[in-house]
Nanobody, 124 residues
Framework: QVQLVESGGDLVQPGGSLRLSCAAS????????IAWFRQAPGKVREAVSM????????YYANSAKGRFTVSRDNAKNTAYLQMNNLTPEDTAVYYC?????????????????WGQGTQVTVSS
């Protein structure tokens, strides 16, 4: 069964850190670019960060620059999103998605596989 499974979401205080994981099963992650999207209540889903299949290109939304770091470990078939200095505005469900190719599309429809999401809540 082909799937992406996110984990690592939690309740954290402002200024805290979390590392999200995106584990692939049923297929090999290596040929895919990986994106992290998030969706806050009442808002549209937005691209947060991406890493190319070749591991040499990354993308960060302005809101993530300087605080988030995307990475991947093809040997573990897993991608990661390290999030530091979290704020309440980062509260959302975070999804990972896989795009087959070298590009880093920001359009959701381009992505072939999606995870079920993991909840990140930043609150004191």
């Amino acid at each position: 069964q082909v799937q992406l499974v996110e984990s690592g979401g939690d309740l954290v205080q402002p200024g805290g850190s979390l590392r999200l994981s995106c584990a692939a099963s049923g297929f090999t992650l290596e040929p895919y670019s990986i994106a992290w999207f998030r969706q806050a209540p009442g808002k549209v889903r937005e691209a947060v960060s991406m890493i190319s299949s070749s591991d040499d290109k990354t993308y960060y939304a302005n809101s993530a620059k300087g605080r988030f770091t995307v990475s991947r470990d093809n040997a573990k078939n897993t991608a990661y999103l390290q999030m530091n200095n979290l704020t309440p505005e980062d509260t959302a469900v975070y999804y990972c998605a896989a795009y087959q190719g070298l590009l880093l599309p920001t359009t959701m429809a381009e992505y072939k596989y999606w995870g079920q999401g993991t909840q990140v809540t930043v609150s004191s």
